[in-house]
């Protein structure tokens, strides 16, 4: 089960369950700000898995670089992590987002 700590949206029904793995060497901010009434920020350290919850619309921003001066690397729709419920694994999709 994802945490949510900022509810989306009730008008965002159609939410999906998503994973995002750091596949790099440095820590990124993910993001999610193109949902009108609902931001998401999370910190992914090395290695780390994301498992957490979004609009079908969601756009995931990945932030890397050091935190003073962290560039915004990629955005990605959100379906491209989406979670397949139901089945015993997952295979979530690995990117590095232009950290190697």
């Given at each position: 089960?994802p945490?949510i700590?900022?509810l ?7 939410r999906i369950?998503?994973c ?7 820590i ?5 700000t193109?949902?009108p009434?609902?931001y998401f ?5 090395p ?6 919850e979004?609009p079908?619309?969601?756009?995931l ?7 003073a001066?962290?560039?915004l690397?990629d955005?990605?729709p959100c ?7 139901g ?6 999709l690995?990117?590095s987002?232009n950290?190697?």
């Amino acid at each position: 089960m994802p945490q949510i700590f900022d509810l989306i949206p009730t008008e965002s029904c159609d939410r999906i369950l998503c994973c995002y793995v750091n596949a790099t060497g440095k820590i990124q901010v993910v993001r999610i700000t193109n949902i009108p009434n609902w931001y998401f920020e999370r910190v992914v350290f090395p290695g780390q898995r994301l498992l957490f919850e979004s609009p079908r619309a969601g756009q995931l921003e990945v932030h890397s670089g050091l935190m003073a001066s962290a560039i915004l690397s990629d955005t990605i729709p959100c379906t491209d992590f989406q979670v397949q419920e139901g089945e015993d694994h997952f295979s979530p999709l690995l990117l590095s987002a232009n950290g190697g």
